[in-house]
Nanobody, 121 residues
């Protein structure tokens, strides 16, 4: 029912920046916590950053101070501003969306297809 689309990935040199976007639809759903995960081949998918519907954020220690997660006013779009990128930040970044059809329902989790981020040294 919920479609999640990520964009903004690409190739950047170490020290550079990228801004990822995640749009969840349709807007008739209520979108709660949204977050970014990443996965490198041979590694487990790991949480990068999450943001609640109220704007509370949490970050992985490895990205603290370098990445910033934010949401649009409509709360169905989340961004990940990535600064001071390192080669170890390389991976496929997935947007995770927790959403419900109404306030009377419970959240379900949805995932996007991912966007590739490659950081060269």
């Amino acid at each position: 029912q919920v479609q999640v689309v990520e964009s903004g990935g690409g190739l950047v040199q170490a020290g550079g920046s990228l801004r990822l976007s995640c749009v969840a639809s349709p807007s008739t759903f209520i979108f709660n916590a949204m977050g970014w995960y990443r996965q490198h081949p041979g590694k487990q998918r790991e949480l990068v950053a999450v943001i609640s519907s109220g704007g509370t954020t949490n970050y992985a220690d490895s990205v603290m101070g370098r990445f910033t997660i934010s949401r649009e006013n409509g709360k169905n779009t989340v961004y990940l501003q990535m600064n001071s990128l390192r080669p170890q930040d390389t991976g496929v970044y997935y947007c995770n969306v927790n959403a419900r059809r109404s306030w009377f329902a419970n959240d379900n989790a949805y995932w996007g297809q991912g966007t590739q981020v490659t950081v060269s040294s």
